[in-house]
Structure formats: structure tokens, C-alpha cells
């Protein structure tokens, strides 16, 4: 569902990242097992959210977060992020880097864009797959999202579906050999 070549983000982009998972005995929060953790990347257009990028990464470290950012956001773009000491090395790379600190959660919220997407996200996957996801598969859940969300005004569905025979089209078929496994245990 992702269009090879796409556009990355531009502008005023709010990143940040969330837990996929279910509840599991052991250590909560960033590096918890049997959990997954997504970078979110929104832009804000001011009167609404633009497009998103979403993408599993391996660790909130700073290498990993600012790796993943150059692919999902043009250079030169402003950076929203929380207090998060990952997000430091941005404005060395080329980003305008906004570093927000909430100090007072529950009056206010800080990045409330992504923790939108991020409660979007976690409803549809329990709306649609029923909490019941295979975390190899998850890229291919946030592609699905990604797709639906930054078309979730259009008009036309008949163009959703030709966009999507296209996109279809442009990239490599995958064989049946790889279909089987990646969905064994």
C-alpha cells in the first residue's frame, strides 16, 4: 500500500513514538516485551492533520530516531518532539528541532497530534484485527493505516481503488514461499 517514491513530510512535523502490544508481566514503557515500538510522524497544517508516516523501530536511541526521521521527513523541516533526550541530535541533521516539555499532563498535551494518531492507530487495530496481531506483520498493519488515514477525505473511492491497483502494480510481487513464511509462527 506504500508507493515507492512517495513524498515525506514537510513543514511543521510532530513526531513521536508509542507501544503496540497488549499487556505482558515484566518491564512497562520503552523496551518492554512482547511489545512493539512505532514512530509517529504528522504534519500539522495548522487547522488539521496532514499526512502521517508510521514505522517500526527497534529503540528510542537517538541513531535509531533520527534514521528513521530522514526517511519519513524532508530536510529542512521543523520538528515537534517531547522532552524525549533521543530527539536531541535533530537540529544537527539539517531539521529545525522544537523540543516541547509538558510539565502538567493532565491540563494540557503538548504533541496532542501524534497521541491522536497513536489512539487512532491502537482503536482501529482492535476494531479491525481484534488486538490479535502478529508483530512481524505490523509494518504491513501501518502501511494499511497510513493509506487509509492520508486519504480519509477523499471523495472519490473509485480513485482509492485505482490508486491502490497502481501502487499494486509498481512494486515487486511477492512470492508464495515468502507469504508462507512470514505468517508461520
Known amino acids: 500500500m506504500v508507493r515507492p517514491g512517495r513524498d515525506k513530510l514537510s ?14 508481566i515484566g518491564k512497562r514503557g520503552r523496551g518492554a516485551e512482547g511489545k512493539t515500538l512505532v514512530l509517529i510522524a504528522a504534519e500539522d497544517t495548522g487547522s488539521s492533520i496532514g499526512r502521517i508516516r508510521l514505522s517500526t ?19 529542512g ?54 488486538g490479535a496481531i502478529n508483530h512481524k506483520n505490523l509494518p504491513y498493519y501501518l502501511d494499511e493505516f497510513t493509506f487509509r488515514f492520508n486519504r480519509r477525505t477523499s471523495t472519490s473511492r473509485g480513485k482509492l481503488f485505482y490508486r491502490l491497483i497502481q501502487q499494486a502494480l509498481e512494486i515487486d ?3 508464495a514461499k515468502m507469504l508462507n513464511t512470514t505468517y508461520s509462527s
Open 77 to 130: 523541516s521543523t520538528i515537534r518532539t517531547d522532552g524525549w533526550s533521543g530527539y536531541s541530535g535533530l537540529s544537527h541533521n539539517g531539521y529545525t528541532h522544537l523540543p516541547i516539555t509538558n510539565n502538567n499532563v493532565k491540563e494540557s498535551d503538548a504533541i496532542q497530534i501524534v497521541h491522536r494518531i497513536a489512539s487512532l492507530l491502537k482503536r482501529w487495530l482492535v476494531g479491525t484485527h481484534h
Open 57 to 75: 523501530i527497534s529503540d528510542a536511541s537517538g541513531d535509531v530516531l533520527t534514521n528513521t526521521i530522514q526517511q519519513m521527513v524532508s530536510i
Open 173 to 175: 510481487p511477492v512470492p
Open 11 to 24: 513543514g511543521l512535523v510532530e513526531v513521536n513514538e508509542t507501544i503496540i502490544g497488549g499487556e505482558h
